[in-house]
């Protein structure tokens, strides 16, 4: 009203008519537009499938343009027609130790392997290793096991064919036929019959020897005295 009555009295005083004042609203922003934020773009409408934009909607991952080309002619599913080589020889730890010497400058650790290494065939030896590392260790304890490799002299069953018996240090073995029984046997010696493939078979460690490795010896020692037939005792 205060507006009105002033261009009023301006128009009356000066005889000039003032101009009309016309209030012009502030512009509306876009429809559909929005600041910030991007479209997002949807392969096969709302509710796709997440490979709908890729491979098309519902495609197998890598059967769309991206992974069509790279899983082309790769032969099936993963890890096919790859097999693992089987190891000539089987083996089994029966001792693990960290030794120490001593040196000028202080003392150095490290391990000393006992294995039995065998191919279940007639085949067995007993080897060690020693060296600043397990993996190592373990590695010339296998070679060594090969190099003292014997050939056992076993029946057509798989069985010796007569009693033998050894000594090794203070370790002392007697192995005998078992018909029917199976393995009968404790500590590293049965190791040793098990990775000779060895069957029907009784063992006997004589001793009160725990040395696990010298019972082993013992045992490959026993079994390169075998023969073809049972040694006759020579009379006196």
Do not use: C, W, Y
Not at 6 to 23: D, I, L, R, S
Request: cysteine-free; overall charge positive; aromatic content about 2%.
């Amino acid at each position: 009203m205060t507006e009105n009555t002033t261009q009023k009295n301006t128009e009356e005083t000066t005889g000039v008519k003032a101009p009309e004042v016309v209030a012009t609203a502030a512009p509306k922003p876009a429809e559909g537009r929005s600041f910030g934020t991007r479209p997002r773009t949807v392969g096969a409408g709302a509710g796709a499938p997440r490979g709908g934009v890729r491979g098309g909607a519902g495609a197998p991952r890598g059967g769309g343009a991206r992974g069509g080309a790279r899983g082309a002619g790769k032969g099936g599913p993963r890890g096919a027609g790859f097999e693992r080589a089987k190891p000539e020889f089987d083996n089994k730890l029966i001792q693990i130790r960290r030794v120490t010497r001593v040196v000028a400058g202080g003392r150095r650790f490290a391990f000393s392997v006992a294995m039995v290494a065998g191919n279940r065939k007639g085949s067995v030896g007993v080897g060690i290793g020693k060296a600043a590392d397990t993996a190592a260790a373990i590695e010339k304890a296998m070679k060594n096991a090969k190099k003292n490799m014997i050939k056992v002299r076993l029946t057509n069953e798989m069985m010796i064919p007569h009693e033998v018996e050894a000594k090794e240090a203070s370790a002392r073995v007697m192995i005998m036929p078992a018909p029917g029984r199976g393995m009968v046997a404790g500590s590293s010696v049965r190791n040793v019959l098990d990775l000779a493939g060895i069957k029907n078979v009784r063992a006997k460690i004589l001793s009160g020897s725990k040395n696990k490795l010298n019972n082993a010896r013992a045992a490959i020692k026993a079994l390169e005295q075998l023969r073809e037939k049972k040694p006759v005792k020579m009379e006196k």
